[in-house]
């Protein structure tokens, strides 16, 4: 054994070996790379206890060698149950078919050999470990390993990678840019140049050449754009053409893709020892937002700069002219895709983020939305340790919760407009009513009231218990480390824990969630209409008007004009007195604090809410505004056309426009007239008449016939 090393998780497997489970763990050390191998591990499922007789009969019936272990843990429903132990979790899953048929329930049976070894022991990204080393290559392998949790954040290495190639997926070049090496490699004859370019004769050759890149330069995580289903799975699909293994992952190991059984335009990727990380992806999960997801316009939404080729009705043929022509001009198109990714991680902190999520959840780094992955990491072990196991996941009477409040609007143009926001509504909900899982579980044996050994009352039957519970306690503990990192402008890390807070709402209103519960669910948006609604006539006791209400935002208009001073300091008596008033309210019908906190949010100067087209009705989710920020003022439009990707720029153009003029009192007519004067002018208007249909964010330059033949979405540009 050697001592005590500290490293961040990059990948885990669960691999077969002689019928033997093994927990495969790749791990990035301050000054090494680590491959962590855990054999013997078993996998464990469990089993009814009054039931014992009939599964073995089943074991015995198929000569399945297993072990039983006795347990102090129970179902939901308190039935005791027993450990079921394999050697493979090949035979587990077997076992699981055999009770399936035999109609005896097993449960965990779901869970990943590796998931529940890094989460029973509270891994998050960070871990310590000690085993017996074993020099390779370009790591150290460790057997005999033994690991805990730990706090450790090493720096990454990291390459942004990029293909270019024809219609029909015949590569033509793979850019690569990073602090370890920058270069194209391209199939061509050598040519005099300035960029870093290493030519190849072939295809095959190029493959080779990508391959000792990587055993070369051994980076930690790649980053791309549309990465993992188009670069890399056209990568894998043209190394299997030429009967190559490709082995791109760390010690040689080849890489390997699974289609989606959901989406064939989606598939996984097993990248061995490295992390993949996806623009697009990951941009979703941090919750940003774009009109279109291609590169050219995330890069100009965000960098102000794009790409060289702009037209997307000839991208391909563009593409193909320099490849015959001008390989030079394809070099620097082909290098200028990993530019901007790189830059747009670095903009928006992205891997930083992705750390943080991890170093939160205990989920992969390059795990695409994973909310439910992310409860269960963190509940589950938890579970455990109060004597329960998890339920299965219910495909049968389901129950739909009610969605978030939203209040019928009242259309019209309004001077001061007030909006008055509960922070974190939801997860303030889970706190304060003590919303839980197990909560719920030992709540229902006890009466409903306020004394210490009586539940707090919930909908639909819902009741909890107040100190039997952890998801109240892991939200006010995530509240607290954001609240410090919003003092200390650590963004990414601020965003990561608003993104798993409000996560755990819609996990337990989720079907596919094993912790799903109809009564969990609806005490949360049910107490939020009733917060919502009571807010309401708080606010309207004091005089002034609610005209709008949506999920967790209040809409107060001040019925004239008012100095922004005035309305900051109705804003703020407003909020003051409302706070005050749920918290002696919940103290005295439920004997509980509040964790409910209104926030004064925004003034409008100027606001409109319009009506839905052909009727008087007001509509939902849609409005505009003017407000004043730093000096300035600045137009807020929300679900109007001027921020749908599905309307022209013309559209968006013209409502901006009109709205100004509406906004500043100015008259609308001339302007209006104007508009339609060069609509009607033929040729004038048409650069800004154009309607994109589909996603053409996740379509990469020079695809098109290739994306024709796998089934991938291709833009469609109609001009009107």
Known sequence: MNSHQTGFLLTRQNKEINSQSLVDLWVKCDNHIAHLLIESERAVAFILTERLSEYKRVLHSQQISYTLKETQLSTFHHQAVTAIYFTSTHQKRQVAQYFEQAELPIFENDIRLADRYLMERFICGGLSFIGTPIQRKNHIEYRNVKI????????FSKVSLDIECSEKGILYS????????TRIIMVGKPEETELSIEWVENEKALLLALE???QTFDPDIVIGWNVVNFDFRLLIQRAKWHNLSFRLGRSNSNLYWRDSDKNRQQGFLSFPGRVVLDGIDALKTATYHFSSWSLENVAQELLNEGKSIHDPSDRMGEINRMYREDKQALANYNLQDCILVSRIFDKTHLLEFAIERTKLTGVELDRVGGSVAAFTNLYLPRLHRSGYIAPNLESENWIASPGGYVMNSKPGLYDSVLVLDFKSLYPSIIRTFRIDPLGLIEGLKQEVGIEKDQAIDGFRGGRFHRTKHFLPSLIESLWSARDIAKKNDEKAFSQAIKIIMNSFYGVLGSSGCRFFDHRLASSITMRGHEIMKTTRELIEEKGYEVI????????????????????????HDLVKHINEWWSEYLLSTYAIESSLE????THYRTFLMPTIRGSETGSKKRYAGLIRKDGVEKMVFKGLETVRSDWTELSKDFQQELYRLIFSEQPIEDYINRIINELRAEGRLDDTFIFYFGDHGGVLPGSKGYLYETGLHVPMVVHV
């Not at 805990?148 to 720096?155: D, F, I, L, Q």
């Not at 967790?552 to 001073?565: I, N, R």
């Not at 209104?598 to 949010?601: A, I, P, R």
């Open 548 to 571: 709008y209400g949506d999920t967790d935002s209040t809409f107060v208009t001040l019925g004239k004009k008012v100095s922004s001073k005035e309305a900051d300091r109705i804003g």
């Open 148 to 155: 805990k949790a730990a706090e450790v954040t090493p720096s």
């Open 212 to 214: 000792r890149w990587f």
């Open 598 to 601: 209104l926030e004064y949010e």
């Open 174 to 181: 793979v850019a690569l840019h990073s602090d370890l090496d």
